[in-house]
């Protein structure tokens, strides 16, 4: 109903009251900031010795066949939680299908891939390690790597006490889970607004997150991620040209449903300065050519040039403050540790 009135009221010619109070009180329905602290996760207690290991886990390429690929690779916490590419390099440089989601703000996604595939974290996880055009592991091989360290196998003990056999893949990726979970992005000036703080945008900013809600932009990218909440046909109204969508079906490859063609996880807009390329294909490396695509494929609508400064303007204020992340020193090898198979 919300989004019909404010269709109505434009195409009538009729602009709302771009007060800092009229837009935050609207802007407050649509979104909500980024939490402080650790969010919890359901059947994983976070606690600081998994929060190590899973650190430790994340920054380790021995995990990958090749022992040069761990998951900050892709997931790159010093840019943005990607990988400044257009689809992601794997094992043997081959090159992945998609362009690598960020890993900031992660947890409050509904689900974890493009395609939503895995559930969470935890399952997510998972795949990397595995695939053949990533890290091109087995989890037995993973295993055998973590058990071949005596240091791992006690920061295994540590972060999962009421465990025998504490060494399993399913504890390195719940633990990889939890210290993701640590990587969010409080405080941007969007955040500071939604809290009340009506000086945190300036005028252009402010004019362009109406822009932003009035257009329907928030529809799909509303929420605490501002994205990740639901699926969405790429190409609502109108298909964008081959060359920026490639041949993926999205969702489709999951449930084999014909509905689901082309149909992806919005995907979040928080940091959106810092994690080009994008689109799942990665095609698309301005963010003002990105804005300008999505109002033609999903709102049937030719932004004008000041639009799309003015939204762009207000995507920049999304920027929240980055995780500081240490460095470790991760456990020496040892003889009985797996050498790298590059092939």
């Known amino acids: 109903m919300k989004k019909t009135i404010l269709t109505g009221m434009l195409m009538l010619g009729i602009t709302t009251n771009v007060s800092a109070a009229n837009v935050m009180q609207q802007a407050k329905e649509m979104f909500k900031p980024v ?19 899973g650190k430790a886990l994340f920054f ?26 257009e689809t992601s390099t ?29 559930k969470d974290l935890q399952e997510q996880a998972k795949g990397p390690v595995q695939a053949s055009v990533e890290m091109n592991n087995t989890p037995e091989g993973a295993i055998k790597t973590i058990n071949s360290m005596p240091e791992y196998v006690e920061m295994f003990k540590k ?15 719940a633990a990889i889970e939890v210290f993701e979970a640590t990587l969010t992005t409080p405080d941007s000036g969007f955040d500071k607004f939604l809290r009340g703080e009506k000086s945190a945008l300036s005028s252009k900013e402010l004019k362009g997150l109406t822009i932003f809600m009035e257009k329907g932009c ?5 929420g605490v991620n501002m994205g990740g909440e639901d699926y969405f046909a790429f190409g609502v109204v109108e298909r964008p040209k081959t060359a920026i969508t490639g041949k993926d079906k999205g969702r489709f490859n999951v449930t084999h449903s014909t509905d689901d063609e082309y149909v992806f996880k919005a995907p979040s807009l928080r940091n959106i300065e810092l994690t080009q390329p994008y689109f799942h294909s990665g095609k698309v490396w301005s963010l003002h050519n990105a804005v300008e695509i999505m109002g033609s494929a999903q709102l049937g609508i030719s932004l004008n040039k000041s639009e799309i400064d ?32 590059l092939k």
Not at 218 to 222: R, V
């Open 35 to 53: 939490p402080y602290g650790i969010p919890e996760i359901s059947d994983n207690p976070v606690t600081n010795d998994k929060i190590e290991l």
């Open 60 to 85: 380790d390429p021995r995990l990958s066949k090749s022992g040069l690929i761990s998951c900050n690779t892709c997931h790159n916490v010093g840019m943005g939680g990607d990988d400044f590419q």
């Open 90 to 118: 794997g094992h043997g440089w081959q090159q992945g299908p998609r362009n690598s989601p960020t890993v900031l703000n992660a947890v409050f996604n509904l689900a974890q891939f493009w395609d939503g595939r895995a």
């Open 159 to 173: 972060a999962f006490p009421d465990d025998k056999s504490p060494v399993t893949f399913d504890n390195m990726a």
């Open 218 to 222: 928030a529809d799909c990218h509303g």
């Open 310 to 341: 003015d939204i762009y303007s207000f995507l920049m204020t999304t920027t929240g403050v980055q995780p500081e992340v240490v460095y470790p020193v991760l456990p020496a090898a040892t003889t009985a540790t797996p050498q790298p198979v």
